[in-house]
């Protein structure tokens, strides 16, 4: 049965930005709960906590989701990726971070690592060949989709900014896809 | 949040066994509907049975040339498949147009289909909502239902399907299969869904405990012209005020197969039988298809604020058809 359950907790183990974290979670708690409060990693955020924003993405095994809405024994032994682990081990930022820093791809930033996480897993989906609502269906399936305007913007649509910051966040996007 | 008990069942057969033992159990999926609805009070499950990893996440051609999608496929990858885009383009369509991409990246093909509608008064529990609890009344009748039904409601409810895909599986003569206590059993999507009538807490026709395990479409080898469209308050990410599935087939002038479902204007998705009826054999004309869609649309029965739908409704039809038949008319 994957984790072990008592009750109403179980033990869970998630490979949090290349580290393994075994904890003890109540099966009620949200991944974005136990990545803010329980292991310290306030880059996800929480903006509606129902699916309503995209604040709250981050990667699980290299696929964007919304972490409000994930239950975190449900991910036992997964790998969780967050904006605290998009540089890696060194001091350079990771070059979409570094695109939304010349761009001014934000301006309160509550929405920005959302708009990060689900940049890099929307880029990870074209290049798998994913569609989406603005693609065009007479092309190959099976085939990367390249990334104009239109597409970023549809693709990131999961992701609100307050600030209205999008042609800039479109433009990072478009810097790194280059 | 309520307490739940959490399980991981690794077959079919243990999954519907937990659920029997537990009183209270709710079966997982994606969990983005389901911990929605907790988070809001909706849902109270005493367990979950988490059944998002059983080894239901296939998409497959059967040897009759049929095509199984297993129930824990998620929305994503089902929509960017190969034999779905090359021959139901109309169900990775209408999966394309709903929610987001990381919503679809969590969402399954089972959960999809139960998800429960976005009317306001059925998420708030200070509202009376019938669909809630049963015998509280109807909050929208009467209230706030500019996004709500305008066919095949009762006084008991107005409320809408939110599903998309459910849509497109409806046109597409898709079955989902379930298994249960009792065994194994088919329907069509297209009468999955149930209206309203006295008992709008019955969403669809699934029996308590069984499990949806695969959407099974129908054989299609060489694919037929098929399209989704949505009309929406936003260009992304919102529910559909109106959409509609379609698939035509031409033959010789005339057409020879029509499937067509309405979404976002009732308590399941509409499949538009009389306006079939009147296409088969017709040319594929403008007038043929106004004259069609008119039929069918003349069932509607608008609420006091949503009468736009009726031709928001009807515009999107007759743009599909005449597209999906432009190479036959030209
Ligand atoms: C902000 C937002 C916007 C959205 N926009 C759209 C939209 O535009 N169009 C649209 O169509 N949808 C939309 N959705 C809804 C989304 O598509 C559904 O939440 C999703 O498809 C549900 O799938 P799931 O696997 O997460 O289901 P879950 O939440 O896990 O489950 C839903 C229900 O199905 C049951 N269940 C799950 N799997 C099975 C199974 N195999 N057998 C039996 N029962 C099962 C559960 O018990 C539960 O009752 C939106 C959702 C959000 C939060
Ligand atoms: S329309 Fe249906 S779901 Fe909405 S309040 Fe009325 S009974 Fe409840
Ligand atoms: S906080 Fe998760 S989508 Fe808004
Ligand atoms: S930068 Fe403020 S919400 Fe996006």
Redesign the interface.
């Known amino acids: 049965m994957g984790s072990h359950s008592h009750g109403h907790h179980s033990d869970v183990t998630l490979r949090v930005n290349g580290k393994p974290r075994t904890l003890t979670v109540d099966h009620r708690r949200v991944l974005l709960d136990v990545l803010r409060d329980d292991l310290d990693l306030p880059g996800a955020k929480k903006g509606c906590d129902h699916g309503q924003c995209g604040a709250c993405t981050v990667l699980v095994d290299g696929r964007r989701v919304n972490s409000c809405l994930l239950l975190a024994v449900c991910l036992d032994g997964c790998d969780i990726t967050t904006v605290e682990g998009l540089a890696g081990d060194g001091e350079e930022p990771h070059p979409l971070q570094r695109a939304f820093l010349e761009r001014d791809g934000f301006q309160c930033g509550y929405c920005t690592p959302g708009q990060i996480c689900s940049a890099l897993g929307a880029v990870a989906e074209a290049e798998a060949g994913h569609p989406s609502h603005v693609t065009d269906p007479a092309l190959p399936s099976g085939r990367p989709v390249p990334l104009d305007r239109d597409e970023i913007r549809e693709r990131l649509s999961g992701n609100l900014c307050r600030c209205g910051a999008y042609p800039r966040i479109v433009e990072a996007v478009e810097d790194v896809i280059r | 949040?309520k307490?739940?008990?959490?399980?991981?069942?690794?077959s079919v057969e243990e999954a519907t066994d937990a659920y029997a033992s537990r009183p209270g159990a709710r079966y997982?999926g994606?969990?983005?509907n389901l911990?929605?609805l907790?988070?809001l009070g909706v849902e109270r499950p005493a367990a979950?049975i988490?059944v998002?990893?059983l080894p239901l996440d296939a998409v497959e051609e059967l040897p009759d040339g049929s095509v199984r999608v297993g129930a824990t496929v998620r929305n994503?990858d089902l929509?960017?498949?190969?034999l779905v885009?090359?021959r139901y383009?109309a169900l990775?369509?209408a999966l394309?147009?709903g929610?987001?991409?990381?919503?679809r990246?969590?969402a399954t093909t089972g959960g999809n289909l139960l998800q429960r509608t976005r009317c306001p008064y059925f998420q708030d529990l200070s509202k009376p909502c019938n669909k809630r609890e049963p015998g509280s009344g109807c909050g929208a009748l009467e209230g706030v239902h500019r996004d709500h039904a305008v066919l095949g409601h009762s006084d008991h409810c107005v409320a809408t399907h939110p599903s998309d895909m459910a849509v497109a599986l409806a046109a597409l003569d898709a079955r989902v299969e379930l298994h249960g206590p009792e065994g194994t059993r088919s329907v069509p999507a297209a009468g999955f869904h149930r209206l309203p009538g006295d008992h709008p807490e019955r969403d669809t026709e699934i029996e308590p405990g069984e499990l949806i395990t695969a959407v099974v479409l129908p054989a299609r080898p060489a694919g037929l012209p098929s399209?989704y469209r949505k009309a929406r308050d936003r260009?992304?990410?919102a529910f559909a005020l109106a959409s509609v599935a379609a698939v035509v087939e031409v033959t010789d002038g005339v057409v020879a197969y029509a499937g067509l479902a309405f979404g976002g204007v009732a308590h399941r998705p509409w499949r538009a039988r009389r306006a079939e009826e009147a296409l088969l054999g017709a040319a594929p004309t403008v007038a043929a298809f106004e004259h069609a869609v008119d039929l069918e649309l003349t069932a509607a029965r608008p609420l006091r604020d949503n009468a736009y739908k009726v031709p928001l409704a009807r515009g999107l039809a007759l743009d599909v058809l005449a597209r999906l038949t432009a190479s036959a008319r030209a």
Do not use: E, I, W
């Open positions: 949040m307490p739940f008990a959490y399980v991981r069942p690794g997982l994606g969990g983005t911990v929605d907790m988070k979950l988490d998002s990893r994503s929509a960017a498949h190969p885009r090359d383009p990775s369509q394309l147009a929610a987001s991409g990381q919503l990246n969590a399209a260009a992304s990410y």
